[in-house]
T-cell receptor, first 115, second 109 residues
């Protein structure tokens, strides 16, 4: 059984550019959520995908978008990067059943630096 | 809106001393509360959740709805407990976790 894997681990972009971060969910998990963790802060919920559709979103602008694929892997896309987008982006997978979402399993994160 | 507060940014205790990491929340519904831990150079992982009512690595946490708290406790701290601890809340009708800012626990010999 593999855990949650994210790529790339580190990347540097400049303001205005676009970035795509990738996540492979843990085996057996059908739900993926993304969190942004700024330095010195706790993770903040961006959005969640279940059955290839967004089914929950935090307080993030539309330039943050995502996808989930049939194999449950996911992408996070951020357009028009701003300096404040510099953060660790965490992907978490879980299994969702009739009783709701179960415990999240987190990846190691992708550290984005925007210059 | 729901909010999770961890009032201590850093908590330093001696090995063998009791430790309590505080977590308070604001939410009028029936939340699900979690403690996540991040050890040095490791990923964020679940420590315990209130509905399980179990002790993990000697840690326990009781949900006190009257005081809206979910403090994490351990009677005798060990050096390997040094880590970043995050309290998180899930609303009764949602799936997203609301995290606090975290408390860095340092256990010194």
């Amino acid at each position: 059984e593999t855990g949650v894997t994210q790529s790339p681990t580190h990347l540097i972009k400049t303001r205005g550019q676009q970035v795509t971060l990738r996540c492979s969910s843990q085996s057996g998990h059908n739900t993926v959520s993304w969190y942004q963790q700024a330095l010195g802060q706790g993770p903040q919920f961006i959005f969640q995908y279940y059955r290839e559709e967004e089914n929950g979103r935090g307080n993030f602008p539309p330039r943050f978008s995502g996808l989930q694929f049939p194999n449950y892997s996911s992408e996070l896309n951020v357009n028009a990067l701003e300096l404040d987008d510099s953060a660790l982006y965490l992907c978490a997978s879980s299994s969702t059943g009739a009783s709701g979402a179960n415990v999240l399993t987190f990846g190691a994160g992708s550290r984005l630096t925007v210059l | 809106a729901q909010r999770v507060t961890q009032p201590e940014k850093l908590l330093s205790v001696f090995k063998g001393a009791p430790v309590e990491l505080k977590c308070n929340y604001s939410y009028s519904g029936s939340p699900e509360l979690f403690w996540y831990v991040q050890y040095s150079r490791q990923r964020l992982q679940l420590l315990l959740r209130h509905i399980s009512r179990e002790s993990i690595k000697g840690f326990t946490a009781d949900l006190n709805k009257g005081e809206t708290s979910f403090h994490l406790k351990k009677p005798f701290a060990q050096e390997e407990d040094s880590a970043m601890y995050y309290c998180a809340l899930r609303r009764d009708s949602g799936y997203a976790l609301n995290f606090g800012k975290g408390t860095s626990l340092l256990v010194t010999p």
